[in-house]
Nanobody
Framework: VQLQASGGGSVQAGGSLRLSCVAS??????MGWYRQPVGKQRELVAT????????NYADSVKGRFIISRTGYENTIYLQMNNLQPQDTGVYYC????????WGQGTQVTVSS
């Protein structure tokens, strides 16, 4: 499985960004986003089922971030609204098969 993520960048607090991730491979099921702030462990942001009907969010992003998935492609998006400085970090795309497969990471920086 290969993943290509894009859409990171720098914004001021209250701004928005949209991340995209395209996965190529077979038997991809759950996909999602994790992030890793500097000096901290990687943490869950959001996941979405293969059908796109089931989603899961970290409490810290509920009501601000929306994960979505195209119906026929292994492409997911993360719409991030009302970004805050604590959202800063490297965002990693995840695609699960019988293992967890990670993308290369994209930097999101939110300034106050």
């Amino acid at each position: 499985v290969q993943l290509q993520a894009s859409g990171g960048g720098s914004v001021q607090a209250g701004g928005s960004l949209r991340l995209s991730c395209v996965a190529s491979g077979n038997r991809i099921s759950v996909m999602g986003w994790y992030r890793q702030p500097v000096g901290k462990q990687r943490e869950l942001v959001a996941t979405i089922s293969r059908s796109g009907t089931a989603t899961n969010y970290a409490d810290s992003v509920k009501g601000r971030f929306i994960i979505s998935r195209t119906g026929y492609e292994n492409t997911i998006y993360l719409q991030m609204n009302n970004l805050q400085p604590q959202d800063t970090g490297v965002y990693y795309c995840l695609a699960t098969t019988n293992t967890m497969n990670w993308g290369q990471g994209t930097q999101v920086t939110v300034s106050s």
